[in-house]
């Protein structure tokens, strides 16, 4: 257990939907990052956040967002899903913006139908 | 250009022997870090190693290793006595220096071991 938590574990939803994938980084990190794990594009950076601030930016569509709220969590918004956004959605966290390691939660597994 | 190679969709290997997963890398920073996670098929990356770039020594974790070699910028991953639960993706990653002080993660394609009983 990587002390990394994501709901909900499992997501159905439809085409031109939104949804909200949440995280909660380990106790004590402050940098939460987002990764997306497809059949297609392997797993790819989204974004990343610093102590409630955007510090990265990866391959991250239009329709995605995300923030990271005083507690530290995090929360990715996908909206007008298309059935190409099926996909394990991971957060990571690590201590600080420049930690060697990062942590990786469980993962979010959204099917659009 | 693909920043990190992996070469081997799949691999096979007799338990209890090693096996050597391939890793090459393309950066042109001096200053970087390689990474090693396993995927099992329940999800979860899992961190197995960490090699910087200024480390002399290879890593090494246990059963695992990392074969470092800067000039032809390969980072193989070694598992000495494999066991039936090393049976997983293993992902290839590095992290460079961005501007600012970002550091997100590269992922390889991935490499399917499975361990043979």
């Known amino acids: ?113 | 250009a693909q920043k990190i190679t992996q070469t081997q969709p799949g691999m096979f290997v007799q338990e209890k022997e090693a096996v050597t997963l391939d890793c090459t890398y393309d950066t042109s920073d001096q200053s970087y870090g390689l990474f090693w996670y396993k995927q099992p098929s329940s999800g979860e990356m899992i961190f197995l190693i960490y090699q910087g770039s200024y480390d002399e020594q290879n890593a090494t974790e246990g059963r695992y290793s990392l074969n470092f070699q800067k000039a032809r910028k390969s980072a193989n991953l070694v598992i000495s006595a494999s066991q039936l639960g090393d049976s997983a993706m293993y992902f290839c990653a590095m992290r460079e220096p961005l501007s600012g002080s970002a550091r997100q993660l590269t992922f390889g394609s991935g490499t399917q071991l499975t361990v043979l009983p």
């Open chain 1, 1 to 113: 257990d990587s002390g990394v938590t994501q709901t909900p574990k499992h997501l159905i939803t439809a085409t031109g939907q939104r949804v909200t994938l949440r995280c909660s980084p380990r106790s004590g990190d402050l940098s939460v990052y987002w990764y997306q794990q497809s059949l297609d594009q392997g797993l790819q950076f989204l974004i990343q956040y610093y102590n409630g601030e955007e510090r990265a930016k990866g391959n991250i569509l239009e329709r995605f967002s995300a923030q990271q709220f005083p507690d530290l969590h995090s929360e990715l918004n996908l909206s007008s899903l298309e059935l190409g956004d099926s996909a394990l959605y991971f957060c990571a966290s690590s201590v600080g913006q420049t930690s060697r390691e990062q942590y990786f939660g469980p993962g979010t597994r959204l099917t659009v139908t």
